[in-house]
C-alpha cells in the first residue's frame, strides 16, 4: 500500500504542508479510547463476517452467474493518516467503467455539473442491473467489513474517498486523515447521496470533532433503519 507524503502534499485550501495542520488541528486520540475503538471494530467485524458468510457466498455466485467476473472489485482509498488501501466492494459496474463514465458525460454535459458536485450520478450508465439492486439494499459494501477486520477501516467514521475528492474537503482534509474511513457513519444515516458533497464533509467534520464509543454505536444502530428506507443509495 502507498502513503500520502504529508510532507509534499499541501492542503488543498492554503498549501500549508498536510502533516503540520494535522499536528495543529487533530488533538491525538486518548489510548484507551482508541485501543477500544479498534477492538470493538475487529469483534463486530469477525462476528458480522461468520454470521453473514452465507448471504456472502450467495452474493458471489449469483453475481458470478448474472454478470459474470470478476466479482469482487478494489478500488484505491484515502486511509487514516494518508495511508492508501484497497478498499474492496462486489462489483457492481461494467468492467469499463471509466470509459463508460466519459463518454457519457460528453453526450451529457448537463450531468457534468452533477458529477462535479457529488461525485455521483443518479442515474449512472456504468451501474449493472443486478448492480443497482446490490448498491440499493447496500449489499455491494458488506466486504469491506475484511477491511475493518485488517485494520484498514472502521465500523463507524468518513466514507473513504479517492485522493481526487481531498480538494472537496478544502481545510478540512485533515480531519478526514485523522480517523480510520467507517463503513457507516454519520452520512450514511442523514441521507447518504440526497446530501450534497458540501454537507457530507460537514458531516464527517462534526463526526471527528464528537466521536465517542458510545457515539459509534448509536451510528451503528440508526444504519439498520437506513439501510432498509433505501434512502439516497443509488
Same mark, same amino acid.
Given at each position: 500500500?502507498?502513503?500520502?507524503?504529508?510532507?509534499?502534499?499541501?492542503?488543498?485550501?492554503?498549501?500549508?504542508?498536510?502533516?503540520?495542520?494535522?499536528?495543529?488541528?487533530?488533538?491525538?486520540?486518548?489510548?484507551?479510547?482508541?485501543?477500544?475503538?479498534?477492538?470493538?471494530?475487529?469483534?463486530?467485524?469477525?462476528?458480522?463476517?461468520?454470521? $453473514?458468510?452465507?448471504?456472502?457466498?450467495?452474493?458471489?455466485?449469483?453475481?458470478f452467474i448474472i454478470q459474470g467476473g470478476p466479482v469482487f472489485v478494489?478500488?484505491?482509498?484515502?486511509?487514516?493518516?494518508?495511508v492508501m488501501f484497497p478498499c474492496i466492494k462486489f462489483r457492481t459496474?461494467?468492467? @469499463?467503467?471509466?470509459?463508460?463514465?466519459?463518454?457519457?458525460?460528453?453526450? @451529457?454535459?448537463?450531468e457534468q455539473q452533477e458529477w462535479d458536485t457529488n461525485r455521483k450520478?443518479?442515474?449512472?450508465?456504468?451501474?449493472?442491473?443486478?448492480?443497482?439492486?446490490?448498491?440499493?439494499?447496500?449489499?455491494?459494501?458488506?466486504?469491506?467489513? $475484511? @477491511?475493518?477486520?485488517?485494520?484498514?477501516?472502521?465500523?463507524?467514521?468518513?466514507?473513504? $474517498?479517492?485522493?481526487?475528492?481531498?480538494?472537496?474537503?478544502?481545510?478540512?482534509?485533515?480531519?478526514?486523515?485523522?480517523?480510520?474511513?467507517?463503513?457507516?457513519?454519520?452520512?450514511? $444515516?442523514?441521507?447518504?447521496?440526497?446530501?450534497?458533497?458540501?454537507?457530507?464533509?460537514?458531516?464527517?467534520?462534526?463526526?471527528?470533532?464528537?466521536?465517542?464509543?458510545?457515539?459509534?454505536?448509536?451510528?451503528?444502530?440508526?444504519?439498520?433503519?437506513?439501510?432498509?428506507?433505501?434512502?439516497?443509495?443509488?
Amino acid at each position: 500500500m502507498t502513503d500520502v507524503d504529508l510532507n509534499a502534499v499541501g492542503c488543498p485550501q492554503n498549501g500549508q504542508p498536510l502533516d503540520e495542520l494535522m499536528k495543529e488541528r487533530m488533538p491525538a486520540a486518548a489510548g484507551v479510547a482508541a485501543f477500544a475503538k479498534r477492538a470493538v471494530d475487529a469483534a463486530l467485524a469477525f462476528i458480522a463476517l461468520l454470521v $453473514i458468510s452465507p448471504l456472502l457466498a450467495m452474493a458471489c455466485v449469483s453475481l458470478f452467474i448474472i454478470q459474470g467476473g470478476p466479482v469482487f472489485v478494489t478500488q484505491k482509498r484515502v486511509g487514516r493518516h494518508g495511508v492508501m488501501f484497497p478498499c474492496i466492494k462486489f462489483r457492481t459496474m461494467v468492467t @469499463n467503467g471509466e470509459e463508460v463514465l466519459a463518454r457519457h458525460l460528453a453526450l @451529457n454535459p448537463s450531468e457534468q455539473q452533477e458529477w462535479d458536485t457529488n461525485r455521483k450520478l443518479r442515474a449512472d450508465p456504468r451501474v449493472t442491473p443486478f448492480g443497482a439492486l446490490l448498491r440499493k439494499s447496500s449489499l455491494d459494501e458488506l466486504p469491506q467489513l $475484511i @477491511n475493518v477486520l485488517v485494520g484498514d477501516m472502521s465500523m463507524v467514521g468518513p466514507r473513504p $474517498i479517492t485522493m481526487a475528492e481531498a480538494q472537496y474537503y478544502g481545510p478540512h482534509f485533515p480531519d478526514y486523515l485523522s480517523v480510520r474511513p467507517g463503513l457507516t457513519g454519520l452520512w450514511q $444515516i442523514s441521507g447518504r447521496s440526497d446530501t450534497s458533497y458540501a454537507e457530507r464533509v460537514k458531516l464527517d467534520v462534526s463526526y471527528v470533532a464528537n466521536r465517542s464509543l458510545w457515539g459509534d454505536f448509536a451510528i451503528m444502530a440508526k444504519t439498520i433503519p437506513a439501510v432498509l428506507s433505501a434512502r439516497g443509495s443509488y
